[in-house]
T-cell receptor, first 117, second 109 residues
Framework: GAVVSQHPSRVICKSGTSVKIECRSL??????MFWYRQFPKQSLMLMAT?????????EQGVEKDKFLINHASLTLSTLTVTSAHPEDSSFYIC?????????????FGQGTRLTVV | GQQVMQIPQYQHVQEGEDFTTYCNSS?????IQWYKQRPGGHPVFLIQ?????EVKKQKRLTFQFGEAKKNSSLHITATQTTDVGTYFC?????????FGRGTSLIVHP
């Protein structure tokens, strides 16, 4: 089946630094990818919709300048957490939707656990 | 996106008892996925259901997709302490994939 690879799976960074998370669709092209964040003991909430070749669409309350999304190719979207703070520590997961065929379901990456110290 | 409502939010069981969590949608889902998240861990993909009426089994876990593709369930037979965690359903269909709120399973030895 279709595979979405997310990297890294776990990262620890210092406050004030930036962290980049990659989301790759390994065997399909995806014009659209999605980024989610999970707060402790809560469900996964959509942060933004990433569109290849255009600007990402952010959900209300998500800071565009803090969570930079770049969808430079049909198989790769990146989320950069800029000037990270401890409150940014969370679990981030992406999903990608294949462009081709009648099947339009999305597939999820394995997630990235970010710890800011 | 296709909203999925998941119940119950919490479930306490004695070890050996069965457990079921349900996901429901008001619209037809093209697919549904299930994830398990252990305490302190990250969600791990369990399975995806695509076909109407589909039933899949993984050892003591049974996953069902309703005939109308509007609901799904995860059933665990004879729970063990290793089953502790939060189980999420997610719908990847339509436009924006969305997660259910999750069901936290607590197994008492």
């Amino acid at each position: 089946g279709a595979v979405v690879s997310q990297h890294p799976s776990r990262v620890i960074c210092k406050s004030g630094t930036s962290v980049k998370i990659e989301c790759r669709s390994l065997d399909f092209q995806a014009t659209t990818m999605f980024w989610y964040r999970q707060f402790p003991k809560q469900s996964l909430m959509l942060m933004a919709t990433s569109n290849e070749g255009s600007k990402a669409t952010y959900e209300q309350g998500v800071e565009k300048d803090k969570f930079l999304i770049n969808h430079a190719s049909l198989t790769l979207s990146t989320l950069t957490v800029t000037s990270a703070h401890p409150e940014d520590s969370s679990f981030y997961i992406c999903s990608a939707r294949p462009d081709s065929g009648l099947n339009t379901e999305a597939f999820f990456g394995q997630g990235t656990r970010l710890t800011v110290v | 996106g296709q909203q999925v409502m998941q119940i119950p939010q919490y479930q306490h069981v004695q070890e050996g008892e069965d457990f079921t969590t349900y996901c429901n949608s008001s619209t037809t889902l093209s697919n549904i996925q299930w994830y398990k998240q252990r305490p302190g861990g990250h969600p791990v993909f369990l399975i995806q259901l695509v076909k109407s009426g589909e039933v899949k089994k993984q050892k003591r876990l049974t996953f069902q997709f309703g005939e109308a593709k509007k609901n799904s369930s995860l059933h665990i037979t004879a729970t063990q302490t290793t089953d502790v965690g939060t189980y999420f359903c997610a719908s990847g269909g339509s436009y924006i994939p969305t997660f259910g709120r999750g069901t936290s399973l607590i197994v008492h030895p």
